[in-house]
């Protein structure tokens, strides 16, 4: 069964600094990733996905994600944060037909 | 414009009483699903359909049914819901048939409470 951590609950950074959002993956054969970002009282709304090809991937408002296969990482990057930035950050796989999700990690921002 | 809607947006509701939550796509989507939303837990799928007439389990079934009798529909039914299921509930929808590379669509979310 495929799985998703997402180590941190909580990840404080403030605005101009660069932020990362740590996620790991169980999963077996080929991994299809991606990052979800959730604002508050909204649905989820998706950033970026990786499926093969270039281990740097870009994404909606700025963010990118690196896939590390041996690491079994697909951590979320953005070189300069926002205020606006402040939401809840989803990492998940897609296995098969069902998507599985990490617990989440709040992504704190302060000016 | 290309969405997901669902209804209610909020409910409570008392245990045993049954209730539906509609979920409804415009963009042609063949795949769709029910998650929801616990803290600390993420998102776990209830359900899903990968077309019309075809519905599978998720990770969280139990107290759950769906059904997909037309493309843009696929609601979740509680038929004797209990307090352990209130919980944010998503639709989503993407064009995956067969392929699990597409990104998928959520909609605003259900707040449901069961007392």
């Known amino acids: 069964a495929q799985s998703v951590a997402q180590p941190e609950d909580q990840v404080n950074v403030a605005e101009g600094n660069p932020l990362t959002v740590k996620c790991t993956y169980s999963?077996?054969?080929?991994?299809?990733l991606f990052w979800y970002v959730q604002y508050p009282n909204r649905g989820l709304q998706f950033l970026l996905k990786?499926?093969?090809?270039?281990?740097l991937v870009k994404g909606s408002y700025g963010f990118e994600a690196e896939f590390n296969k041996s690491q079994t990482s697909f951590h979320l990057k953005k070189p300069s944060a926002l205020v606006s930035d402040s939401a809840l950050y989803f990492c998940?796989?897609?296995?098969?037909?069902?998507?599985?999700f990490g617990g989440g990690t709040r992504l704190m921002v302060k000016p | 414009e290309a969405q997901v809607t669902q209804n209610p947006r909020y409910l409570i509701t008392v245990t045993g009483k049954k209730l539906t939550v509609t979920c409804s796509q415009n963009?042609?989507?063949?795949?769709m699903s029910w998650y929801r939303q616990d803290p600390g837990l993420g998102l776990r799928q209830i359900y899903y359909?990968?077309?019309?007439?075809?519905?599978d389990k998720g990770d969280v079934p139990e107290g759950y049914k769906v059904s997909r009798k037309e493309k843009r529909n696929f609601p979740l039914i509680l038929e004797s819901p209990s307090p352990n299921q209130t919980s944010l509930y998503f639709c989503?929808?993407?064009?995956?048939?067969?392929?699990?590379?597409?990104?998928?669509?959520f909609g605003p979310g259900t707040r449901l409470t069961v007392l």
């Open positions: 989503a929808s993407s064009w995956t048939s067969g392929s699990p590379y597409h990104e998928q669509f």
């Open positions: 999963v077996s054969g080929n991994p299809y």
């Open positions: 990786y499926i093969t090809g270039d281990n």
């Open positions: 998940a796989v897609n296995y098969g037909n069902m998507l599985t």
């Open positions: 963009m042609n989507h063949e795949y």
């Open positions: 359909s990968m077309n019309v007439e075809v519905t």
